[in-house]
Each structure stands twice: as structure tokens, then as C-alpha cells.
């Protein structure tokens, strides 16, 4: 009777090299359309019968793969800050995985959300000079109190036509490209337990803690220290499961 090394290693031969180039393609093209095709159930149904009960090797194999994800990622466009996140959001559910069919769903999203990050950066880069231009200096500026009125003269426009001209191509104000652009680097910032909460506010020029607690928890439904709490239990072992 096939063990199940033999049947992994079996698989590994006949397939698994394939179904690896697949996902590695399917990332580096941002090929989003193609990847939602093969996700189906029997994508995670063949897995949970290749794995059993082995809830260690299941995850072990997800947390081979995912860096490689991250890295194509990377090197088709995604920053790196984006790419941290998604791995860090999906570790945190990965590590309350009950068992293997769960650990391969949660799998599927995370290549899911690598090969959707690819897509969205191409589409940044069909967006106009001027939106690309603006977003390009919100990211360089996240840690200045930025304002429309900023951003408009380094852009050489008036506040009214740079945030009539943004908000007809994206369909987002500036306000919120420029929250959006301080709520993931204060996520990135609080994974850190060297800098403290009024720290962090003060960097990203909020003028006071409440009001970073409240666009934080507007964007991320959990406040500042929560978010920090929640990083911490991951990485030291203490989360429980519900």
C-alpha cells in the first residue's frame, strides 16, 4: 500500500512541477481570470487528499510557497510593503488553522491576493502621468502632515482641478488615497514593538492619538493596539484558537 510520502513524492513527479509553474505564472502575469478558473473546490479536495490529517506538512508546504509568490510579486510591480501585508494578513489565519482543508483555502487566497496585487499595480501603471505622479509623492510623503493643498502645488494644479481631475480617473478623493497610503504604513510600523503608539501617530502627522485611533480602526476595523496586539500573539506563539 502507497504511503503517504510516496504519494506526495509521486504527485511532486507527475504534476506537481507543472501546477508549481502555473502558480508562479499565473502571479507574474497578475492573471487573475485564469487563476479564478482553476480554484474550484476539487483544487483544495485533491490537496486534503494528498495531505490526510497532516496538519504540520500541510502548512509547512504553504509557507514554502508563499515567499516565492511574494517575491514574483515584487518583481512584477508590487512594493514590498503590499506584499509584507499580505503575507503577514494570511500568517495570522494560517496559524488558527484547524485542519488541512482549511490551510489550503486559505492557501488559495493568498495566491489569490498575490496574483490580484500583480493585476492592480499594472492598472496603477495604465493610470494618466498626473495620477501616477500624485500617488508616486503621497507614498515618498506618508510621514508629512500632507494636505490637497500640498500635493496640488507640487503637482503645479489648483486644489479644485487636481482633486476634480483624481477623483474622475480613480474614483477615490485624495483624502483617502493619502489614509490609505498611512494606514499600511502604521501597520507596517506597529508589527515593530520599538516604536510606541503616540510615536507612530507623530510620525504620520496625525495631530493627535484619538484621531489615528479612529481612522485607523475606520480602515482596519481594529484599533492601533489591537492591530499590535493581534502581530504580537502570531509571532510569540500566544494566539488562541477560537
Known sequence: METKFESL??????????????????????????????????????????YGNDLSSAIYTVLY??????????????????????????HQ?????ASV?????????????????????RQDQQLSPLVRR???YIREHVYDRLSIHDIA???????????????QETGETIYQRVQQE???EAKFLLRSPLLSLNEIQSRLGYASQSHFTRCFKTRTGMTPSK????CHSILTGSAEKP
Open 9 to 50: 513524492h509521486a504527485y511532486g513527479e507527475k504534476a506537481g512541477w507543472q501546477e508549481m509553474r502555473f502558480m508562479w505564472d499565473c502571479v507574474a502575469r497578475g492573471d487573475v481570470a485564469h487563476l479564478s478558473q482553476s480554484l474550484s473546490q476539487d483544487f483544495v479536495q485533491r490537496y486534503c487528499q494528498l
Open 65 to 90: 510557497l508563499w515567499p516565492q509568490w511574494s517575491h514574483i510579486a515584487i518583481c512584477a510591480g508590487v512594493s514590498e510593503r503590499d506584499a509584507s501585508e499580505i503575507f503577514n494578513h494570511f
Open 93 to 97: 489565519q494560517l496559524y488558527r488553522a
Open 101 to 121: 482543508e482549511e490551510v489550503f483555502r486559505i492557501n488559495a487566497q493568498v495566491h489569490y491576493a498575490y496574483t490580484a496585487s500583480v493585476a492592480a499595480s
Open 134 to 136: 500624485c500617488r508616486k
Open 153 to 167: 502645488a507640487a503637482m503645479g494644479y489648483s486644489q479644485s482641478r487636481l482633486a476634480h481631475l483624481y477623483k
Open 182 to 184: 498611512k494606514i499600511a
Open 227 to 230: 492591530y499590535r496586539s493581534s
